[in-house]
């Protein structure tokens, strides 16, 4: 069968190239032939670009706008290191289309072919952001003959603004079988009048972890170290990673462009540095979904912090599903308190190869509608 997938494509984030690899990878080990929809829509294309101005104040004439790139501009220069090396990633490992698409428009001019089309997983109904609102990640390009499947699609969310959800029921009630990440959304569309409704695992999870091998890089630190992955530079993400350092010596390595109180960081790195840091540490402190799920996989010792953003439903859904709730880490004393090595991995695993069977079987049986 050939399959089309469509996510938030060449985003730059470690997490969502991951998941996009995932997916088609597994649907290849099925023996489908698929790939991804190179779908670039103009509020995802603003990454690294030499001369984008952030800053209203610095919009308003000419010469404001030139002083500001002339002093941005050393920093993207080095910066545009991460964007080749996620570049030379996604060339490698991620199987798009040769046409590129900006809009939903495009995309119904032009239709990619294929048997089935899927979108998901990670945050693309998100309605926080500008792809929540795209009719494109809901398949709304795809005539109504066609197969359509979301697979593991993520609100990221509690709820929805009371104006998105008329549009979030007219689109997810075209698709033939519906499939999301968290129990959150599953309660979102239901409540919107939304039946048979899936829940299933991020696509990372589908693969073995010995998959994630062809992936990899080399072990890039020899000595015993903290991974942190970090998006809002939280002082108390900080606080307990400098104490762990000085209780057990461990260096701090990060991903994250702020972080600097690091020994190391990998900002400049892709996909394939994430993977190798994550795998060979020995404690990871993270407020990111993406990270949680690779602390699982790799079964590595870990603690979650909350994010600034609304968009802290992935993490904790995932951790409920695996009875580690108490690895969400609230505030000073819990992070002070908490003890190392206390995941019990054999506990872990068993309910993980549960949900793991009931995601693929949601797969299996979606994709088999189209040979009947």
């Known amino acids: 069968m050939i399959i089309k997938t469509i996510t938030c494509h060449e985003v730059y984030n470690h997490g969502a190239s991951l998941q996009e690899y995932a997916l088609i990878k597994y649907l290849e080990q099925l023996g489908h032939d698929a790939e991804t929809i190179h779908y670039k829509p103009s509020y995802l294309s603003n990454h690294f670009k030499m001369d984008s101005v952030g800053h209203p104040f610095f919009k308003k004439n000419t010469i404001f706008r030139a002083v500001y790139l002339t002093l941005k501009l050393p920093k993207r220069l080095i910066n545009l290191k991460r964007k080749k090396r996620f570049d030379a990633f996604s060339k490698q490992f991620i199987k798009s289309t040769e046409n590129l698409y900006k809009t939903n428009e495009e995309l119904k001019n032009n239709l990619p072919l294929a048997d089935a089309y899927i979108c998901g997983s990670d945050q693309i109904w998100n309605s926080y952001f500008e792809n929540g609102k795209d009719p494109a990640f809901y398949l709304d390009f795809v005539p109504n003959e066609k197969l359509k499947l979301s697979y593991a699609a993520s609100f990221a969310i509690d709820k929805l603004e009371d104006d998105i959800k008329g549009f979030v029921k007219e689109k997810v009630s075209r698709l033939n079988y519906i499939s999301v990440r968290e129990s959150s959304g599953k309660k979102i569309l239901e409540d919107l009048g939304v039946s048979n409704v899936h829940q299933v695992l991020d696509p990372v999870f589908l693969l073995n972890p010995s998959d994630w091998k062809l992936l990899e890089n080399k072990k890039i630190v020899e000595q015993d170290y903290i991974f942190i992955y970090d998006f809002d530079s939280n002082p108390l993400i900080k606080t307990m990673a400098l104490n762990l350092k000085q209780k057990y010596g461990w260096k701090i390595i990060t991903v994250n462009e702020l972080i600097n109180y690091a020994d ?60 580690l709730e108490d690895l969400l880490i609230l505030n000073s004393e819990m992070a002070n308190s908490h003890k190392i090595n206390t995941i019990n991995y054999i506990e872990v695993e068993n309910k993980l190869n549960k949900l793991i069977t009931a995601s693929k079987e949601y797969l299996d049986k979606a994709l088999k509608v189209s040979y009947d």
């Open 264 to 323: 190391k960081n990998y900002f400049l790195n892709g996909p394939d540095v994430f993977l190798s840091l994550m795998k060979n540490a020995k404690f990871v402190i993270a407020n990111s979904f993406h990270a949680v799920a690779f602390s699982i996989i790799f079964q590595k010792d870990f603690v979650v912090f909350n994010r600034m953003e609304k968009i802290n439903t992935r993490m904790r859904d995932m951790l409920q599903s695996l009875n």
